[in-house]
Each structure stands twice: as C-alpha cells, then as structure tokens.
C-alpha cells in the first residue's frame, strides 16, 4: 500500500471525537451486550442529536478497554476510494502504532482505479496484526456513491474474522447485509434505540440537579422531549439559565 503521508486534512479524520463530560452513557446500549458482542458488523442509523457519535465513541472506549485496535475514520464527501483508502490506512496506523502499516507499495498506479487492490493490501494488513480490530466509520452517508457501493461494500464483504466493522450514518448507505443477517453477525441500531429511556432520563435530571428535581418533573421532561437525547440537553441548559 502506498506510505501514507500524515496529511493534516487526514489526521483530524482520523482524530476520534472528544466525549464531553456531560455525554450519557448509554449501559443498555454497550458493546458488551448479548445483542452485539458477537456481531461484526454493526450499523447505527439516526438523524442528528440522538447521540450516534457519542454512542459510537462509547464502543471505541469499551474496544480499547477489552485490548482491541480501534481505528476511527470520520468520512466525508471527498472520500473517494483512493482518498478512503489512504484514510483507513492511516487511522488504523495511529490506532495500532505500528509505523510501518499502510507503507507497502501499490501494485499499480494510483487513482480510484486501483483502490479495490490498495484496500485488498489494507485487509491482508489487518489479518497479519493477528489482534482484535475495530473500524468505526462515522458519516458514512456523506461518502460518494463509488466509496459506499463498491469500496466500503468490498471492505465489508471480504472483512477477516479479526476485524468488526461499525458505520455511523444518518441515512441508509444501501449496502446489502444479507450474508451478514444470514449468519447473525450483524445488528442495526435507529432512532427508537438510541431514544433515553425513562431511567436514563432521572438520572441524567438527578445528576445535575440533585434534590432540586422529582421524579414527577423528570417524568413531565421525558414525556415533553420523548426521550430525544439532544432535546433533553437543551432543556437542562435553559434550566440552569434560569
């Protein structure tokens, strides 16, 4: 694979998202749960605010914590397959901190052309570090077209058996996940998962508050913000201005 030159457009790519203090941490939702410890292909799917990143970045420390390699990716529209490629190399480089990943040469010219063959060479990299490895891909619905139908497809259906592979998007990416449903290596996370439940909302509520709020009002706030995580924050911060 082409060396990958630590580009500084890549490296904020590759740069997993700060989790604020304030984030809720979503137990139920854990990467450790019977519903998706064992899957290796895991789609989360939400429009803005429901916590899809805050989620995924919770699974990257929960990875971390078992020993696994976690490769973060953020995408975006000029990820055209070369650019995607060189993407992958170089989050999984960092995440692994072995210098010499991603530095093996193309077998051909470079270009979306021969970005099938650059991302083969990533894969059988994957398989040589002979560890657990995460990818988590967020914004893959700003990925073009080529990208999502035939490089992130390849990358998913010749995936290793050490590599779990975990997309955050807005909208559906149309990839088929047959095979994966097939042998129920995959889980697919919307909107009506990632809503709070009522617990999460009191304890969120009580943590900031403390006595100052009841189980009554917490109830009344989830009811009003049904359980939309982002509507909820703001609630809580025109509270604490008044």
């Excluded at 060189?86 to 052309?113: C, E, H, N, T, W």
């Amino acid at each position: 694979m082409k060396q990958v030159r630590a580009d500084p457009r890549l490296v904020l790519k590759v740069t997993p998202p700060r989790v604020p203090k304030t984030a809720i941490l979503r137990d139920h939702l854990s990467s450790d749960s019977p519903a998706l410890v064992d899957k290796s292909f895991i789609i989360v799917e939400s429009r803005s605010g429901f916590g899809k990143t805050t989620l995924l970045a919770q699974w990257r420390r929960e990875a971390y914590h078992r020993g696994a390699v976690v490769a973060w990716l953020t995408a975006d529209e000029w990820d055209r397959p070369e650019r995607l490629v060189a993407g992958l190399a170089l989050a999984m480089k960092v995440a692994s901190g072995r210098a010499a990943f991603g530095q093996i040469g193309y077998a051909s010219p470079g270009g979306d052309d021969a970005a099938l063959e650059s991302l083969t060479e990533w894969l059988s990299e994957v398989v040589i570090m002979a560890t657990e490895a995460v990818l988590i891909i967020d914004d893959a619905h700003l990925l073009p077209p080529i990208s999502a139908n035939e490089s992130l497809a390849y990358l998913l259906h010749n995936a290793p058996a050490n590599l779990k592979v975990i997309i955050g998007a807005r909208s559906g990416l149309g990839i088929s996940v047959a095979d994966w449903v097939a042998h129920g290596q995959f889980a697919a996370l919307g909107v009506e998962d990632l809503r709070l439940r009522l617990p999460e909302t009191m304890a969120l509520l009580t943590a900031r508050f403390g006595n100052r709020i009841d189980a009554d009002a917490c109830a009344r706030l989830h009811e009003l913000t049904e359980g939309w995580p982002l509507g909820l924050q703001l609630v809580v911060a025109t509270i604490e201005k008044n």
